[in-house]
C-alpha cells in the first residue's frame, strides 16, 4: 500500500519564516501518526534563495516517509467576490494531504463563483483553500466544525482575536461578512466578500 503525500506552506515576509513553530509542530504530528517516525527536518532563514528574500513568498513542503521537496514562488492575493455553498457529508481532510482529489471535485461545483464553502453535515466548513471567519456585531468568529486545524486559525484562537462556535447554514443571515483566512492570508488582508455573496 502506498503511503500517502503530504504537503506544508509556510508564508514567508521579507526573507522570514512566518510562525514557523506551528508548522514544524504540524509536520511532526502529521509524520508521527502516518509513519510512526516524526518528521525531524526544519528550515531556517537562512535557507531561503536569495532571489526570494524581498516581498510576500509562498513556501510549499511536499513530503512523504522518503523524501521532502521544498518550493518558493511570489505570492499573489487572490480576488475573491463570490462562493457557493456545496454539500459533502463524508468528506475528510483533517490532514494536510498533497492529494486534494476530493476538494477539487468540489471546486468543480463552484459554477461561476470563485470558490466553494463546503456543508457537512449542515455546518459551515471551510473554503477549498482557507479557513473562513465570520463577523457580525458581536464579534468574530470561525466554524467549530473545520474541516483543517489551520495554523493562522489557531494563531488567531490563541490571541483572542476570534472565536469558536457552531455555525450553521441557516445561521449565516446572522452575519454581515466572511473573511478567508490561511497560511498566506490574514485577517487585515481583508479578502472577504458580504454574507449576500454566499449563493
Known amino acids: 500500500m502506498t503511503k500517502p503525500v503530504f504537503t506544508e506552506v509556510i508564508k514567508v515576509l521579507d526573507g522570514k519564516f512566518c510562525n514557523p513553530t506551528a508548522h514544524w509542530d504540524r509536520m511532526f504530528r502529521t509524520s508521527k501518526n502516518f509513519f510512526g517516525t516524526p518528521f525531524s527536518m526544519e528550515l531556517s532563514d537562512k535557507d531561503i534563495p536569495e532571489e526570494y528574500l524581498t516581498g510576500l513568498v509562498k513556501c510549499r513542503m511536499i ?23 456545496v454539500e459533502d457529508n463524508n468528506i475528510d481532510y483533517a490532514f494536510k494531504y498533497a492529494d486534494r482529489e476530493e476538494l477539487n471535485a468540489l471546486l468543480f461545483r463552484k459554477g461561476d463563483c470563485d470558490d466553494v464553502l463546503i456543508v457537512k453535515n449542515g455546518c459551515i466548513t471551510d473554503t477549498s483553500y482557507t479557513n473562513v471567519v465570520l463577523e457580525n456585531a458581536t464579534g468574530l468568529y470561525t466554524p467549530s466544525t473545520y474541516l483543517l486545524a489551520g495554523t493562522k486559525r489557531q494563531q488567531l484562537l490563541d490571541k483572542g482575536i476570534i472565536s469558536e462556535r457552531e455555525i450553521r447554514v441557516s ?12 497560511t498566506m492570508i490574514d485577517l487585515e488582508d481583508n479578502i472577504s466578500i458580504d454574507i449576500s455573496k454566499i449563493i
Open 171 to 182: 445561521h449565516l443571515k446572522d452575519y454581515n461578512r466572511l473573511y478567508l483566512i490561511n
Open 63 to 85: 513530503y512523504s516517509d522518503q523524501s521532502c521537496k521544498v518550493q518558493y514562488q511570489h505570492y499573489a492575493f487572490r480576488q475573491i467576490k463570490s462562493l457557493r455553498l
